[in-house]
């Protein structure tokens, strides 16, 4: 790439180099025809190669010493007043194709292209590919940026990326205006890049989703990749090919609907753990049971009607076009007499879920009106409507970037968590109400993150080291805060992973041992002092055994002998 | 036919026969070797030189190089012409004659393997 800036800044400066060479040579072979004069005013031979070129190198330049080595005969003069203005035209031409190729969009995109790849191959932490950086990618990039992970960005519009460039991130983030859906941007922006660590397809586009997905899987098939898809078409399409992870934002929030109506407790349980870490503590949704209103039956009103009527909802259903469902009334539900119709004064909750932010608005409104204790969902197609949504303050509200960067986010750290929302299915609500109430106080209102550490070499070191040694301990003596060790941290063991066995909630008697893979929920900063303690050699003495020795070989001696 | 291979072709062959010229005849006798052939082959090369830049191919990038060594050589031998007439005074004696020839002389064979280049890629084109 930065050959072929060389190249081409060579083929278009071709032209005037030759003009400059040809008349170089026009000017000196002239002066070293035309005789001169000498001191007395005598006719002298005419100036040899060296004097002329040396002449016309100074006056070419503009540099100007004047007639050297002797005063110049009336002829020579005449030459030279060609030569000055043949010059002049040279060189003005030399420059302004040099501006000229600086000012080139393309030349520019090359030297962009080229500066963004030598970033992505200098990087050298375990990085993630987002392409597209819209609502959803945003909101991606900026808690990747808090979470302190690494990542490239490709995005189709060059202005997002300038806006990219305003926000400063903590870390070095390279970003490029390319189309993702082409496979040698994806290989320009790192896809084979030995730390690249998975791909996120979350661009507005379906089908540059689906040509994402399925370039990694034949150029990186190792890759985890991670793509959005609305339509059951694309879902289908891309599990076709074994894609890692598919989030389909409306399917996601039907099945969180459908269980937050069957089981509040462990929605809300999911709803702690996966929501992005370090924000507010979300309003809990209890939505009840009965009959439901359904403005709206396209893909969003599908998947909700599909997963409600499973959870035992009777639903009435409003659209222009009126298809299936319990009942189907024709119209949009905006205005009072198709609400009614519909049966709002029996109805226990409503959703709003056209693909029209002003609509849904509207008809939020309007069935408070007619019934204030309504269970509202609405559905929100753009971050840029929040304000609104924000004013009117729904019981529920599904925003599908949200939806799918939460997801995004709690898929890629965590690996584990995966798991520990597997093991749920199996537990009860009261277990789930239990854990909840835990996580509400963990952190002063706000969610916890959820993390996960192995006790190996690479990753805690100090711990793996111990209990090599045969310094054996159990979760809770290392859950003491490092500083005073009379005090436990406030973090939640989650999961204990051991060979591919899993132990849920582990009590602080849990003996740990080398290879295990631990899940804890808690603060970012318990996050840091319990990975300092698995870490540090000093941090763990203390922390195991209150010895608070520098670690110096020498001082072990000495205290050896005393 | 393709003017733009007309005029590279030209100013190749041309570079290597100026570059001949100077340097045939006897290697000591500065009045068999005359510095404007010099200065003309020297010229000449230079725009040979300017006409092969951007070319990514692997014959144009070894066309590159054996113009830039063709000027190199030119270059070396114009120095010495002005060293020995214009700095030294010691002007175009038998031996300084025969070193500006031989450095032309090195130039013409970098000439020489340009028009063989030149040659390969016309043969290997067969258009």
Redesign the interface.
């Known amino acids: 790439m930065v050959n072929?800036t060389f190249?081409?800044v060579?083929?278009?400066?071709?032209a005037p180099?030759?003009l400059l060479?040809?008349l170089?040579?026009i000017s000196?072979?002239g002066l070293?025809l035309v005789p001169g004069v000498d001191g007395d005013g005598n006719p002298a031979p005419p100036l040899?190669?060296?004097?002329a070129f040396y002449f016309i190198s100074y006056t070419a330049t503009t540099i100007g010493f004047g007639e050297i080595p002797n005063a110049f005969s009336d002829a020579q003069r005449l030459w030279v007043i060609v030569c000055i203005y043949l010059s002049v035209v040279g060189w003005s031409y030399a420059l302004i194709t040099l501006i000229a190729l600086l000012q080139d969009k393309g030349f520019q995109n090359t030297l962009t292209a080229s500066r963004f790849q030598r970033r992505v191959r200098r990087l050298k932490e375990p990085f993630y590919l987002v392409c597209g950086c819209g609502e959803t990618g945003g909101l991606i990039c900026r808690n990747f940026d808090r979470l302190g992970q690494a990542f490239v960005v490709l995005e189709k519009d060059e202005l997002r990326v300038e806006e990219l460039d305003l926000l400063d991130f903590k870390t070095d983030t390279p970003a490029l205006a390319a189309d993702a859906s082409l496979p040698d941007n994806l290989l320009l922006a790192g896809l084979q890049h030995p730390k690249c660590r998975g791909v996120l397809a979350v661009t507005n586009d379906e089908q540059a989703n689906l040509a994402i997905a399925i370039a990694v899987h034949l150029l990186a098939p190792k890759l985890p990749i991670i793509a959005r898809a609305r339509s059951p078409s694309v879902t289908a399409n891309m599990a076709s090919f074994n894609t890692d992870h598919i989030i389909n934002p409306f399917e996601r929030f039907a099945d969180h609907l459908a269980l937050a109506v069957a089981a509040p407790e462990r929605f809300r349980l999911i709803e702690l753990l996966t929501s992005l870490p370090d924000s507010p503590i979300p309003a809990p949704h209890r939505p009840p049971r009965g009959h439901w209103i359904l403005c709206g039956y396209g893909r969003f009103g599908q998947a909700v009607a599909q997963r409600l009527q499973a959870a035992g909802i009777r639903l009435s259903i409003i659209d222009p076009t009126a298809p299936g469902g319990d009942e189907r009334i024709v119209g949009d539900g905006t205005e009072a007499g198709t609400l009614i119709a519909a049966g709002i004064a029996d109805a226990s909750g409503i959703i709003a879920g056209s693909d029209n932010d002003v609509n849904n608005l509207s008809i939020a409104v309007t069935a408070t009106e007619l019934k204030p204790d309504l269970f509202v969902v609405t559905r929100q197609n753009q971050v840029a409507n929040s304000a609104l949504f924000q004013a009117y303050g729904p019981e529920f509200a599904m925003v599908p970037s949200h939806i799918v960067a939460h997801e995004c986010i709690a898929i890629l750290t965590t690996p584990l968590l995966a798991r520990f929302l597997d093991e749920l299915g199996r537990r009860d609500e009261s277990w789930c109400h239990a854990l909840v109430e835990r996580l509400q106080t963990l952190c002063n209102g706000l969610t916890p993150t959820v993390w996960s550490i192995r006790l190996n070499a690479s990753e805690a070191p100090a711990a793996r080291l111990s209990l090599m040694r045969g310094r054996a301990f159990t979760l809770a003596e290392i859950l003491r805060d490092d500083s005073d060790r009379s005090r436990q941290l406030p973090a939640i063991p989650l999961l204990v992973e051991r060979s591919d066995r899993i132990h849920l909630l582990p009590d602080g008697d849990f003996e740990l041992a080398a290879g295990d893979q631990l899940l804890f929920a808690s603060s970012l900063t318990t996050l840091n002092r319990l990975k300092l303690t698995l870490q540090n050699a000093n941090e763990i003495d203390y922390v195991l055994d209150g010895k608070t020795h520098s670690g110096s070989w020498l001082w072990e001696k000495i205290a050896g002998i005393r | 036919m393709n003017l733009e291979k007309v005029v590279f072709g030209f100013f190749i062959v041309l570079a290597a026969t100026l570059n001949f010229g100077f340097f045939l005849g006897d290697i000591d006798r500065p009045e068999l070797h005359h510095?404007?052939e010099l200065?003309a082959a020297l010229?000449v090369s230079?725009?040979a030189t300017?006409?092969k830049?951007?070319d990514?191919t692997q014959i144009g990038a070894i066309h590159l190089a054996t113009s830039l060594v063709a000027d190199l050589q030119l270059i070396a031998a114009?120095v010495t012409?002005?060293v020995a007439?214009?700095v030294t005074g010691e002007g175009m004696t038998a031996s300084v004659t025969s070193s500006v020839v031989s450095l032309s002389g090195g130039a013409l064979f970098a000439n020489v393997v340009s028009v063989i280049l030149l040659i390969v890629e016309t043969v290997m084109l067969r258009r």
């Open positions: 072929s190249f081409l060579l083929r278009r400066m071709r180099i030759i060479i040809v170089y040579a000196v072979f070293t040899s190669f060296f004097h | 510095v404007y200065a010229v230079l725009i300017a006409l830049f951007g990514r114009a012409w002005a007439v214009h």
